[in-house]
Each structure stands twice: as C-alpha cells, then as structure tokens.
C-alpha cells in the first residue's frame, strides 16, 4: 500500500454524485491518477449539502471505493466547494515606496498584494482566492514580477473568489466528520479550468462552463490569468425537473427521457415523432412528442447560456475568448451541446480534455470528472510551491496563473 504522503485526492461533492480522485506525483513532476471512488449523491441541493448526514455517507463511500481502486489509505482531501453565494470580481492594490525611486523588494510586493486583499466584503464572508492578475509600476502595465525594479508606485490587479462562511464550512464538516483532513478548498469552476485549459489556451483567452448537476460553474482566462468567474444555480438536474413538468411525467422517467433522447438543438427531423412509455406500476402507457421534449430541453439551456453570454458582454470580455469555449461537467454530454454554444456566443466550443496529467483513462476521458481531476492537481502544484498550507490560513496567489 502506498504511504498516504504520497497520494493527492480532489473530493467533488456534487449534486448528482460524489467523486474523489485519487493521483500521485510521478518522477517527471506530473500527476497521475491512479483510482476513482464515486456515488450517487444525497443530501445535496443546487451544489450545496442540504442534509449532512446524507452527504457524509456518500462521502464515506466514494472514499472507500477510491481507496480500493487505488489500494491506498486516504487520510486528506483537497475539496470542491460551489454555489450560488460564491461570487468573483476584480480588486485592484496601491503601494508606494518610502523612499521614491528605489529597488522593489519582496516586501513592498507582499504590500501591495495584501492591499488588494483588503476590501469591503461583509462580516460573514470570507476570501476562497485571491489570484494575482498582472502588476503596473509607474504606469508599466502588465509586468509579471516587479521585485527588483526600480519604482514609486506600484499597483497590482487580483481576481478574488469569495463565498459565505457557514456555508464554506458545511462540506468541510461533513467531510472531518470522516476523520479526513481537509487540505485546502477550491472553487470547483477553478478546477476545471485548471485540469482542461493549457497555457496557450489561458494565453489566447478561453471559457470554460462546467454544466453540474445542481449548478453551473464558469471562468475566463486571458492573457495567461483569470479574469472572470461565476456560478449560476441552474445545472441539468433542473432539465429533468423541465421535463417532468412539461410532460406530465414522473422525475425519474424524465431523467431517463433525456439521457436516451434529449439533445440541445432542435432539428426537423424530430417533428411528427413521438415515443411511448410503457406502463410501470400504476402508471398507465404514455405517447410523449419527441419534438416538445427536445424544445423543453433547448430552452432551458440556451437561457442558460444567454445569461452567462450576457454577463461576459456587460464585462467586456467576449473579444477576449480567441480559444473558444470549453465544456465539462455531466451535463456537458447532452448530444449537440457544443452546437448550441456557438450559436449562442458566435464561438469555437468544444468538450474539454483534461491536459498535463497522466493516468486512467476511464476517468481522463470523461467530462464530469474534470473538477475533481482539477482538484488533484491543485494539490499536486500547492504541494510543489508551498507545503503544509490551511484554506482558512492563507489564500494563493499563483496556482491558476498561466505562467
């Protein structure tokens, strides 16, 4: 069995399932995945546990299952956390060097980052991350590393990830309840984005929309760093919940009706046909119109789309996505999707492929394990720049930076 210092393992804790992907560090630096524990999912809403002791045993389960699979003993988790309270913005830090026109130490650039830190958020919040973007020293814009310059005012520009502290705590609880150590929490749309984009892409400016069961996770990169992120609380559960309603159907044969036949663009060739559910139990056979199911279906996930191709529009940062779009999540698999989102943004889209890791296939391949891929790495790269770190401790600076 391996020593449980040498493994990492990304807890997602979704609304659909729960996964914890297993990796280590091979003799190159990278990561490579060595085990994958899931399970269904309960006690968890829109992203977010609603009944503890639901999610703590599926927890318990998809731990035990990893452990199997990769034959190791888990003793820490880096954990995914989402919903609709976490909210992203830009924030920029001033420093001015005592005395003028000197060399920029590290200490005036530790200044000016925790500058930039300090900003009016309210008392129940707290800062996830607080990711450097690019510093400006005298009117330089887009220096990279100041220290060692000389200067008289330098600024710095960071993106800062935020959420609500109890609510922050409820998955960390639940998973110390498991007498598992909670190494660090990541904004789940952050690692996605980190298992899928390679430096070009993040370079190049590109869009990655994780479509969760529960929530819908998105983040920008340009220039080589983040610029944009957000949550919606609309995932494809909600299309089945559409499809149940508009049907007049029972959830769970929605939910198979949009596996077997949903798709996101709506095409001529379904018009006129229907399909018949056979009776189950005291449900009697019922004929549904293949073409309604698949309207009901692309409504709701070209609004979907719209609001998040709305609010990059209001920031002005649709002209920054010369890489495209890429897609993860479960909801990613709907047939058509990538169609759908370049009609709606009038840009590449693609399903995205986890880059720089190694390992099984089963779990590289697959869209809705990119979170959890995203988080092992995560750990793999704190591991390598700064051991031994606490979420509730410090924030990063440098891991999501396409340096």
């Given at each position: 069995?391996?020593?449980?210092?040498?493994?990492?393992?990304?807890?997602?804790?979704?609304?659909?399932?729960?996964?914890?992907?297993?990796?280590?560090?091979?003799?190159?630096?990278?990561?490579?995945?060595?085990?994958?524990?899931?399970?269904?999912?309960?006690?968890?809403?829109?992203?977010?546990?609603?009944?503890?002791?639901?999610?703590?045993?599926?927890?318990?389960?998809?731990?035990?299952?990893?452990?199997?699979?990769?034959?190791?003993?888990?003793?820490?988790?880096?954990?995914?956390?989402?919903?609709?309270?976490?909210?992203?913005?830009?924030?920029?830090?001033?420093?001015?060097?005592?005395?003028?026109?000197?060399?920029?130490?590290?200490?005036?650039?530790?200044?000016?980052?925790?500058?930039?830190?300090?900003?009016?958020?309210?008392?129940?919040?707290?800062?996830?991350?607080?990711?450097r973007q690019h510093f400006t020293v005298d009117d330089q814009e887009g220096v990279v590393n100041p220290e060692g310059m000389l200067g008289t005012k330098m600024e710095v520009d960071m993106h800062v990830v935020h959420g609500k502290?109890?609510?922050?705590?409820?998955?960390?609880?639940?998973?110390?309840?498991?007498?598992?150590?909670?190494?660090?929490?990541?904004?789940?749309?952050?690692?996605?984005?980190?298992?899928?984009?390679?430096?070009?892409?993040?370079?190049?400016?590109?869009?990655?929309?994780?479509?969760?069961?529960?929530?819908?996770?998105?983040?920008?990169?340009?220039?080589?760093?983040?610029?944009?992120?957000?949550?919606?609380?609309?995932?494809?559960?909600?299309?089945?919940?559409?499809?149940?309603?508009?049907?007049?159907?029972?959830?769970?044969?929605?939910?198979?009706?949009?596996?077997?036949?949903?798709?996101?663009?709506?095409?001529?060739?379904?018009?006129?046909?229907?399909?018949?559910?056979?009776?189950?139990?005291?449900?009697?056979?019922?004929?549904?119109?293949?073409?309604?199911?698949?309207?009901?279906?692309?409504?709701?996930?070209?609004?979907?789309?719209?609001?998040?191709?709305?609010?990059?529009?209001?920031?002005?940062?649709?002209?920054?996505?010369?890489?495209?779009?890429?897609?993860?999540?479960?909801?990613?698999?709907?047939?058509?999707?990538?169609?759908?989102?370049?009609?709606?943004?009038?840009?590449?889209?693609?399903?995205?492929?986890?880059?720089?890791?190694?390992?099984?296939?089963?779990?590289?391949?697959?869209?809705?394990?990119?979170?959890?891929?995203?988080?092992?790495?995560?750990?793999?790269?704190?591991?390598?720049?700064?051991?031994?770190?606490?979420?509730?401790?410090?924030?990063?600076?440098?891991?999501?930076?396409?340096?």
């Amino acid at each position: 069995m391996f020593k449980s210092s040498e493994i990492i393992v990304g807890l997602e804790i979704g609304t659909s399932k729960v996964c914890a992907i297993v990796g280590e560090m091979n003799t190159t630096g990278s990561l490579n995945i060595i085990g994958i524990g899931q399970c269904p999912s309960h006690g968890v809403r829109k992203g977010e546990i609603i009944d503890p002791t639901l999610a703590s045993a599926d927890i318990r389960n998809a731990i035990v299952e990893a452990e199997q699979r990769a034959d190791v003993e888990i003793r820490s988790v880096y954990l995914g956390i989402t919903g609709n309270h976490i909210q992203g913005f830009n924030n920029r830090g001033v420093h001015t060097m005592v005395p003028t026109n000197r060399e920029i130490t590290e200490e005036d650039v530790q200044d000016v980052i925790k500058n930039a830190k300090a900003m009016n958020l309210p008392e129940e919040n707290h800062v996830i991350h607080a990711i450097r973007q690019h510093f400006t020293v005298d009117d330089q814009e887009g220096v990279v590393n100041p220290e060692g310059m000389l200067g008289t005012k330098m600024e710095v520009d960071m993106h800062v990830v935020h959420g609500k502290r109890n609510r922050l705590q409820n998955p960390i609880r639940a998973v110390k309840a498991l007498q598992l150590d909670v190494e660090n929490v990541v904004f789940t749309g952050l690692a996605s984005a980190l298992a899928l984009l390679s430096n070009e892409q993040k370079e190049l400016g590109a869009l990655v929309i994780d479509f969760g069961g529960g929530s819908t996770e998105y983040v920008v990169y340009a220039d080589g760093v983040v610029k944009h992120t957000g949550v919606l609380a609309v995932g494809s559960d909600h299309l089945s919940n559409d499809l149940a309603i508009g049907l007049k159907i029972p959830l769970h044969r929605a939910e198979q009706l949009k596996l077997d036949q949903g798709r996101a663009v709506l095409d001529d060739g379904c018009k006129g046909q229907t399909i018949t559910l056979k009776s189950e139990l005291a449900l009697p056979e019922k004929s549904i119109n293949l073409e309604h199911l698949r309207r009901i279906m692309h409504l709701r996930l070209e609004e979907t789309l719209q609001i998040i191709e709305q609010r990059l529009a209001e920031a002005s940062l649709l002209e920054y996505l010369r890489a495209g779009i890429v897609l993860c999540g479960g909801g990613a698999r709907i047939p058509q999707l990538p169609d759908l989102v370049r009609s709606v943004f009038h840009l590449p889209a693609s399903l995205g492929k986890t880059t720089g890791i190694s390992g099984l296939t089963a779990a590289l391949d697959q869209p809705e394990f990119a979170a959890a891929i995203g988080l092992a790495k995560f750990g793999s790269l704190q591991n390598k720049q700064r051991p031994g770190s606490n979420i509730f401790k410090r924030v990063l600076s440098d891991i999501f930076r396409g340096d």
